[in-house]
Protein backbone atom coordinates (compact mmCIF):
# COMPACT_ATOMS: atom_id res chain seq x y z
CA UNK A 1 0.00 0.00 0.00
CA UNK A 2 1.12 3.50 -0.84
CA UNK A 3 2.58 5.57 2.12
CA UNK A 4 0.67 8.41 2.91
CA UNK A 5 2.39 11.81 2.69
CA UNK A 6 3.72 13.26 6.23
CA UNK A 7 2.64 16.69 4.98
CA UNK A 8 -0.79 17.24 3.68
CA UNK A 9 -0.28 20.16 2.42
CA UNK A 10 0.99 20.90 -1.14
CA UNK A 11 3.10 23.83 -2.31
CA UNK A 12 1.06 25.11 -5.92
CA UNK A 13 2.84 27.27 -8.37
CA UNK A 14 2.30 30.79 -7.51
CA UNK A 15 2.77 30.18 -3.53
CA UNK A 16 -0.85 28.59 -3.04
CA UNK A 17 -1.21 25.82 -0.51
CA UNK A 18 -3.59 22.64 -1.24
CA UNK A 19 -4.44 20.58 1.72
CA UNK A 20 -5.02 17.03 0.43
CA UNK A 21 -8.42 15.80 1.17
CA UNK A 22 -6.92 12.36 2.60
CA UNK A 23 -9.93 9.51 2.27
CA UNK A 24 -8.38 8.29 5.58
CA UNK A 25 -10.81 9.24 8.71
CA UNK A 26 -12.81 12.28 6.19
CA UNK A 27 -15.61 11.68 4.15
CA UNK A 28 -14.22 13.41 1.26
CA UNK A 29 -17.50 12.88 -1.03
CA UNK A 30 -19.79 14.22 1.73
CA UNK A 31 -17.49 17.32 2.29
CA UNK A 32 -17.28 17.78 -1.29
CA UNK A 33 -21.12 17.21 -1.60
CA UNK A 34 -20.00 15.01 -5.19
CA UNK A 35 -22.19 12.09 -3.29
CA UNK A 36 -24.28 13.57 -0.15
CA UNK A 37 -27.70 13.15 -0.29
CA UNK A 38 -29.42 15.65 2.04
CA UNK A 39 -31.79 14.15 5.04
CA UNK A 40 -35.86 13.46 3.77
CA UNK A 41 -37.78 16.24 4.25
CA UNK A 42 -40.10 16.35 6.77
CA UNK A 43 -43.40 15.80 5.55
CA UNK A 44 -45.87 18.50 5.37
CA UNK A 45 -49.58 19.16 4.70
CA UNK A 46 -51.43 22.74 3.78
CA UNK A 47 -54.66 23.39 5.86
CA UNK A 48 -56.82 26.07 5.07
CA UNK A 49 -60.25 27.11 6.52
CA UNK A 50 -62.60 29.81 7.16
CA UNK A 51 -63.44 30.36 11.41
CA UNK A 52 -67.06 32.08 11.29
CA UNK A 53 -69.66 32.96 14.37
CA UNK A 54 -72.14 30.72 14.70
CA UNK A 55 -74.89 32.93 14.90
CA UNK A 56 -74.23 35.72 12.63
CA UNK A 57 -72.72 33.81 10.84
CA UNK A 58 -69.91 36.51 9.83
CA UNK A 59 -66.27 36.16 9.91
CA UNK A 60 -63.95 35.56 13.32
CA UNK A 61 -60.71 37.83 12.44
CA UNK A 62 -57.56 36.96 14.54
CA UNK A 63 -59.34 33.82 16.05
CA UNK A 64 -56.29 31.03 16.61
CA UNK A 65 -56.26 27.89 15.03
CA UNK A 66 -54.10 25.14 16.93
CA UNK A 67 -53.32 21.86 15.01
CA UNK A 68 -51.51 19.30 17.26
CA UNK A 69 -49.63 22.86 18.98
CA UNK A 70 -49.30 24.43 15.32
CA UNK A 71 -50.85 27.16 15.32
CA UNK A 72 -52.30 30.01 12.52
CA UNK A 73 -54.47 33.21 13.11
CA UNK A 74 -57.29 33.74 11.03
CA UNK A 75 -57.43 37.02 8.60
CA UNK A 76 -60.06 39.60 8.43
CA UNK A 77 -62.32 37.73 6.21
CA UNK A 78 -62.20 34.95 8.55
CA UNK A 79 -59.71 32.61 6.61
CA UNK A 80 -56.34 30.75 7.27
CA UNK A 81 -53.45 28.86 6.37
CA UNK A 82 -51.27 26.52 7.98
CA UNK A 83 -48.15 24.25 6.67
CA UNK A 84 -48.39 21.39 9.00
CA UNK A 85 -45.76 19.67 9.52
CA UNK A 86 -46.74 16.03 10.47
CA UNK A 87 -44.71 14.60 13.86
CA UNK A 88 -42.76 11.30 13.91
CA UNK A 89 -45.43 9.17 14.63
CA UNK A 90 -48.00 11.02 12.30
CA UNK A 91 -49.46 9.93 9.16
CA UNK A 92 -51.02 10.79 6.40
CA UNK A 93 -55.06 10.68 6.68
CA UNK A 94 -55.10 9.90 10.38
CA UNK A 95 -57.14 12.40 12.60
CA UNK A 96 -55.28 15.40 14.43
CA UNK A 97 -56.72 17.59 17.36
CA UNK A 98 -57.70 20.74 16.59
CA UNK A 99 -58.09 23.89 18.91
CA UNK A 100 -60.18 27.29 17.77
CA UNK A 101 -60.29 30.08 20.04
CA UNK A 102 -61.03 33.89 19.81
CA UNK A 103 -61.27 36.55 22.00
CA UNK A 104 -64.79 36.66 23.85
CA UNK A 105 -65.55 33.11 21.96
CA UNK A 106 -66.13 29.84 23.84
CA UNK A 107 -63.05 27.68 22.22
CA UNK A 108 -63.59 24.78 19.91
CA UNK A 109 -62.46 21.58 19.99
CA UNK A 110 -62.29 19.08 16.63
CA UNK A 111 -60.34 16.74 14.71
CA UNK A 112 -59.54 16.44 11.54
CA UNK A 113 -57.72 14.23 8.65
CA UNK A 114 -54.43 15.64 7.01
CA UNK A 115 -54.30 14.81 3.88
CA UNK A 116 -50.98 15.07 1.11
CA UNK A 117 -52.81 17.07 -1.58
CA UNK A 118 -54.29 19.65 1.43
CA UNK A 119 -57.01 19.78 3.92
CA UNK A 120 -59.91 22.00 4.24
CA UNK A 121 -61.99 22.87 6.92
CA UNK A 122 -64.63 25.54 8.20
CA UNK A 123 -65.80 25.67 11.76
CA UNK A 124 -67.79 27.77 14.16
CA UNK A 125 -67.05 29.61 17.20
CA UNK A 126 -70.18 30.96 20.23
CA UNK A 127 -69.53 34.45 21.67
CA UNK A 128 -70.01 33.87 25.11
CA UNK A 129 -68.44 36.89 26.56
CA UNK A 130 -71.53 39.61 27.79
CA UNK A 131 -72.96 41.94 25.48
CA UNK A 132 -73.65 45.58 27.16
CA UNK A 133 -76.83 46.65 25.43
CA UNK A 134 -77.26 50.12 27.19
CA UNK A 135 -75.72 52.37 30.21
CA UNK A 136 -77.24 55.49 31.84
CA UNK A 137 -77.24 57.49 34.73
CA UNK A 138 -80.30 59.51 36.00
CA UNK A 139 -80.89 61.03 39.37
CA UNK A 140 -84.05 61.58 42.05
CA UNK A 141 -84.74 64.77 43.43
CA UNK A 142 -87.21 65.49 45.94
CA UNK A 143 -88.29 67.80 48.68
CA UNK A 144 -87.43 65.08 51.73
CA UNK A 145 -83.60 64.98 49.26
CA UNK A 146 -80.79 67.56 50.67
CA UNK A 147 -79.12 66.25 47.37
CA UNK A 148 -79.71 64.60 44.07
CA UNK A 149 -79.63 60.50 44.08
CA UNK A 150 -77.87 59.56 41.48
CA UNK A 151 -78.54 56.04 39.79
CA UNK A 152 -76.13 54.00 37.74
CA UNK A 153 -78.34 51.71 34.99
CA UNK A 154 -77.12 49.24 32.43
CA UNK A 155 -78.84 46.35 30.12
CA UNK A 156 -76.99 43.58 29.62
CA UNK A 157 -77.52 40.13 27.20
CA UNK A 158 -75.33 37.37 27.63
CA UNK A 159 -76.23 33.73 25.36
CA UNK A 160 -75.72 31.60 27.81
CA UNK A 161 -78.40 33.22 30.00
CA UNK A 162 -79.02 36.30 32.07
CA UNK A 163 -78.38 34.02 35.52
CA UNK A 164 -74.53 33.13 33.82
CA UNK A 165 -74.44 37.02 34.72
CA UNK A 166 -71.77 37.03 37.43
CA UNK A 167 -71.44 40.83 38.09
CA UNK A 168 -72.10 44.56 36.74
CA UNK A 169 -70.64 47.45 37.78
CA UNK A 170 -70.37 51.11 36.77
CA UNK A 171 -66.90 53.16 36.80
CA UNK A 172 -67.21 57.46 37.96
CA UNK A 173 -65.22 59.79 38.05
CA UNK A 174 -64.64 62.08 41.19
CA UNK A 175 -62.97 65.57 40.96
CA UNK A 176 -61.77 68.03 44.16
CA UNK A 177 -61.20 71.31 42.27
CA UNK A 178 -59.33 72.39 45.33
CA UNK A 179 -57.18 69.78 45.18
CA UNK A 180 -57.05 68.97 41.94
CA UNK A 181 -56.97 65.75 42.09
CA UNK A 182 -59.22 62.80 41.33
CA UNK A 183 -59.83 59.28 41.22
CA UNK A 184 -62.16 56.93 39.52
CA UNK A 185 -64.35 54.33 41.89
CA UNK A 186 -66.88 51.24 40.71
CA UNK A 187 -69.96 50.19 42.28
CA UNK A 188 -72.16 47.08 41.54
CA UNK A 189 -75.21 47.28 39.91
CA UNK A 190 -77.81 44.59 40.56
CA UNK A 191 -79.98 43.04 38.93
CA UNK A 192 -83.88 44.58 38.78
CA UNK A 193 -85.37 42.93 35.91
CA UNK A 194 -85.09 40.16 33.36
CA UNK A 195 -86.03 41.45 30.03
CA UNK A 196 -86.02 38.14 28.40
CA UNK A 197 -83.77 34.60 28.86
CA UNK A 198 -80.65 36.02 28.06
CA UNK A 199 -81.10 40.09 29.48
CA UNK A 200 -81.42 41.80 32.64
CA UNK A 201 -81.78 45.33 33.64
CA UNK A 202 -79.30 46.18 36.29
CA UNK A 203 -79.13 48.89 38.81
CA UNK A 204 -77.70 50.84 41.97
CA UNK A 205 -77.04 53.91 43.47
CA UNK A 206 -74.18 56.29 43.39
CA UNK A 207 -72.67 58.54 45.82
CA UNK A 208 -72.71 62.15 44.26
CA UNK A 209 -70.21 62.96 46.66
CA UNK A 210 -66.98 60.91 48.09
CA UNK A 211 -66.03 63.30 51.41
CA UNK A 212 -64.06 66.56 49.46
CA UNK A 213 -64.77 64.66 45.78
CA UNK A 214 -67.32 65.26 43.66
CA UNK A 215 -69.25 63.09 41.21
CA UNK A 216 -67.93 64.68 38.02
CA UNK A 217 -69.28 63.93 34.11
CA UNK A 218 -69.13 63.64 31.12
CA UNK A 219 -67.82 59.93 31.15
CA UNK A 220 -68.33 56.40 32.73
CA UNK A 221 -68.01 52.61 32.28
CA UNK A 222 -70.27 49.64 32.59
CA UNK A 223 -68.31 46.54 33.29
CA UNK A 224 -69.95 42.79 33.02
CA UNK A 225 -68.58 39.63 34.38
CA UNK A 226 -69.75 36.05 33.32
CA UNK A 227 -69.17 32.82 34.94
CA UNK A 228 -66.95 31.80 32.32
CA UNK A 229 -65.10 34.36 33.11
CA UNK A 230 -65.16 36.90 30.58
CA UNK A 231 -64.55 40.35 31.01
CA UNK A 232 -66.22 42.99 29.22
CA UNK A 233 -66.55 46.81 29.40
CA UNK A 234 -68.01 49.53 27.36
CA UNK A 235 -67.60 53.82 28.16
CA UNK A 236 -70.94 56.13 28.06
CA UNK A 237 -71.80 59.61 28.41
CA UNK A 238 -74.21 61.09 30.74
CA UNK A 239 -75.02 64.74 31.44
CA UNK A 240 -75.92 65.96 35.10
CA UNK A 241 -79.22 67.44 35.84
Not at 16 to 28: F, I, P, Y
Not at 86 to 108: H, K
Not at 185 to 210: C, M, Q, W
Request: with cysteine; proline share 7%.
Amino acid sequence: MARLPKNPFVLLPGGLLLMLLLSAGCDTDRFLGTKYSADAIAATAEINGVISDTRTALPVPRATVSVAGQSARTRPDGTFKLNYILGNSETYNALIPVTVSATNYLPRHLSVAVYPNGTYFTASLEYGAPIILDGSVDSTVSDTLEAPLFWGNAVVMDYQGVADIDSVLIELFYWNPDSVSGFLRRFPLRRVENLDSLTGRFRGEIPEALEAYQLTPPHFTIFAVDRFPFRVSRGFLFSRP
